[in-house]
Every structure is written in C-alpha cells, then in structure tokens.
C-alpha cells in the first residue's frame, strides 16, 4: 500500500547534541501534535546512525536512514559503509542516488543500481532519488532524464523487489535554492515517473509506490505539494534541520 512519508535528510549537518535534541523534539512534537498516519524517517549523517536508533527504535512509524552506502560487501574501502554495517546499527532504509553525491562523486545510474541490489539483499529500503538539472529542464529534457535514471537505476529489478523502493523525485534546481517547484510541475514528473513504472510493472505495483518530492520543501508550501495526486510526502533538507518546521512538514500530510 502507497504509504505518506516525511524524510528528513540532514546532509553533514549537526553536531552529536544537536542530533539528539533535534529528534527527541520531533519525536515529542509528533506525538502530542500528529494523529494522521504518515510515516517519518530521519537521515542522520553516519556516526550519529547508533545514538538516534536508540531514540527512535520504540516508536511506532518512524525510521532511521543512512544517506549512502557502498556497493561492496565488505573489503578494503577505506571511509565506506556497508549495507550489513548499517543493519547492525539498527539503520531500515537509505538513501541512494542523491543528486550531491551524483555531482560530487560522479556516481551514474550503473554503480546506483548495484547499491540498490546491496540494499535490497540486506533488507535495507532505498530510497532512490532522480531528478534533472536547471540546463536539462531548460533544454526540454527532463522527462527523458528521468526516464534514463529509472530504467538504468532500478528498472533491472523484478516486481516484487521493485516494489520494495521508495523514489524521490528531486529537481536540482531546486535543492538548497529556495526555488521549488510548483505543485502543477511537480506533479507532471510524478505523474510521469508512476506511468513509467505502470508501464514496466502494471498499475498495482505502480499506484503502491511512494514517491517523494524533494526541493525546497518547507511549511509554507508542503501542503500544496502533498495535496497533489501523484506526491506522496517529501524528502526535506534544510527545513528538517529545525524541528518546528520539520514537524509542520509532517503535518501538511
Ligand atoms: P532542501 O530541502 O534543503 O532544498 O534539500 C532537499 C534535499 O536535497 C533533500 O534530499
């Protein structure tokens, strides 16, 4: 079943205090303030994985989420993480494929389908993250971008795998720059990714997917995005660095 889903991916944010602090007020606002049934997720950055598990590990409907992960077993990485690393730390989903780490670190859709299959066989939840730049959205191309970054990132999985994922559709334009995309444009890509993944695993694995949207999401304009047909919550970066707006957030589902 399609599930509503507020994530908060922190980046390298915070420091171990203000980790804490910032999950016990979520986790407190959340219960006093949130009776609806939309599921949270925190993505802390890696050493603060163990420490949160243990805040959030009783509480019904919220996870705990790495923002990466190697595609190795395990071996001679220097600086990685390992899918079963993540597990044993009490980690249920990660993200994979942010658009930081395709810039930064050159990762393409290959390596992000073999993190995807990691993930999977460790029985991590990825959430798989696409999206176009301001040049391919202004070159009219962002519906072919997104069409490559499904079918060469996660279309290799079969239907029952598949319908394991969670996507996030993040425009790069809109990360970090205030600038979000309208409800009605980022609907169309939602809309566009659900048809693409109807057409290749038929409409009940389709309308069962959770699709985030992630840009500049904030309380002044969540509920307008999730009132859309086809956004199913939001992967939110700097507003879920304050509790008060990443509780409002959760409640605009
Ligand atoms: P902002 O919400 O800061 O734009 O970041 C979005 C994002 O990249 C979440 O993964």
Not at 34 to 56: R, T
Not at 208 to 215: A, E, Q
Not at 228 to 238: E, K, R, T, W
Request: proline residues 2%; aromatic residues 8%.
């Amino acid at each position: 079943m399609r599930k509503k889903i507020a994530a908060g991916n922190w980046k390298m944010h915070l420091t171990s205090d203000q980790a804490q602090a910032l999950v016990s007020e979520v986790v407190n606002m959340y219960h006093n303030e949130y009776h609806g049934d939309a599921e949270v997720i925190f993505a802390p950055s890696y050493p603060f994985l163990s420490q949160i598990h243990h805040l959030v590990k009783d509480v019904d409907k919220v996870h705990l989420s790495a923002q990466n992960l190697h595609e190795a077993e395990q071996g001679a990485y220097t600086g990685e993480v390992s899918a079963s690393q993540l597990t044993s730390v009490g980690v249920t989903h990660v993200i994979i494929g942010h658009s930081e780490r395709r810039q930064y670190q050159q990762e393409s859709n290959a390596l992000l389908a073999s993190k995807i299959d990691i993930a999977l066989a460790h029985g991590l939840t990825p959430i798989y993250c696409i999206g176009e730049t301001l040049e391919q959205r202004e070159a009219g191309n962002t519906l072919d971008v997104i069409r490559t970054q499904m079918t060469d990132g996660c279309f290799h999985l079969d239907a029952e795998a598949f319908g394991k994922l969670i996507i996030a559709y993040e425009p790069v334009w809109a990360i970090g720059t205030g600038v979000t995309a309208s409800p009605d444009q980022a609907q169309e890509v939602h809309a566009f990714i659900r048809q693409l993944i109807r057409d290749k695993y038929g409409a009940q694995v389709a309308d069962d997917c959770s699709i985030l949207y992630g840009g500049s999401v904030k309380p002044s304009n969540a509920a307008e995005l999730f009132a859309m047909a086809d956004i199913d919550g939001g992967l939110v970066g700097g507003a879920a660095l304050k509790s008060r707006d990443f509780t409002d957030i959760i409640k605009a589902l």
